[in-house]
Structure formats: structure tokens, C-alpha cells
């Protein structure tokens, strides 16, 4: 998949919430392989360490109605801070302490305009695009296993 074919997020906002969903998404070995390319060796201060806790979920009711607790998730989070004062933050459904630490100076790195280039091009849509062959082979797979029902109604003559 091409770079022009993955959705592109448009406010800064959104920018954001795109490469920290691809950095909480994204395997934990693929991720450290693709920073491992660039060598970077930023220095940070750890404002938060790793730590597991829970987060509820919630449902609606056909998807659109009333919300309802639908269970509980484990979550990681940790926060960093870079030299000039950016906080990084990552946040992950699971028990994995050093892929939210990772996450969080990856998120830092990527609001500094000297790194977010790179950090683009060699992490974030490299495993934008691997998330998005992934979803698209559950969807081919779910639509071959599709059974369409259908009813013949007869004439009771």
C-alpha cells in the first residue's frame, strides 16, 4: 500500500491520536526493530514509569444506543520528558512496560520537528501500513466465511 493510499488525519489533533494509535497497535518486536534502524539515543527523563492498571469498556447498545460497561482491560502507560520540556506519553491495552516507554519517547520525538520526519518515515507509516494489510486480510478472510440466508416464501394455494 502506498503512502497516498492510508488515511492521512488532517488537524494537528488528529495527527497525533493517528501515530500514538500506530505506536499502542503495533507489535512490540516490529516497533523496537524499526527504532533500532534510526540509532537514535535521545536523552529523556521518565516523569512516569511503566505501570499496569485497568480501564473500563464501554459498549452501545446495536453500536449506536445506550453505553454499557462492557468489562475491563488491562492498560500500560508511561511519560517522558525531553530536554526542551515535550512530554511524551504511551498508552497501551496490555502488560507491556517497555513498549508504553518506548511509546512515550517516540511520542515525544515525533512533536520536535527535527525527528518527526524520520521517525515518519522509518516507524510510524511503515507500521501504518502493516496495521492496515492486517485489517484488510481479517475483512478478506471474514467475507469468504460470509453465509447469506434467505427465505422462500411459498404459495399456500
Request: some cysteine; glycine content about 8%.
Amino acid at each position: 500500500m502506498s503512502h497516498s493510499q492510508t488515511q492521512q488525519p488532517s488537524s494537528e489533533h488528529s495527527i497525533r491520536q493517528h501515530w500514538m494509535a500506530v505506536l499502542a497497535n503495533a507489535s512490540y518486536p516490529a516497533l523496537v526493530s524499526r527504532w533500532q534502524q534510526l540509532n537514535l539515543d535521545p536523552e529523556c527523563e521518565i516523569i512516569r514509569q511503566p505501570e499496569v492498571g485497568l480501564a473500563r469498556l464501554q459498549g452501545r447498545v446495536g453500536g449506536t444506543g445506550e453505553r454499557f460497561n462492557l468489562g475491563d482491560t488491562t492498560i500500560t502507560r508511561a511519560a517522558v520528558r525531553l530536554p526542551n520540556g515535550t512530554l511524551g506519553y504511551g498508552y497501551l491495552r496490555g502488560r507491556a512496560k517497555q513498549h508504553a516507554l518506548l511509546s512515550a519517547v517516540i511520542d515525544a520525538l515525533m512533536q520536535n520537528r527535527e525527528y518527526a520526519p524520520s521517525l515518519q518515515e522509518a516507524v510510524i507509516q511503515p507500521l501504518a501500513e502493516l496495521q492496515q494489510q492486517a485489517k484488510h486480510k481479517t475483512a478478506e478472510h471474514a467475507a469468504q466465511s460470509k453465509v447469506d440466508f434467505f427465505t422462500v416464501v411459498r404459495g399456500e394455494d
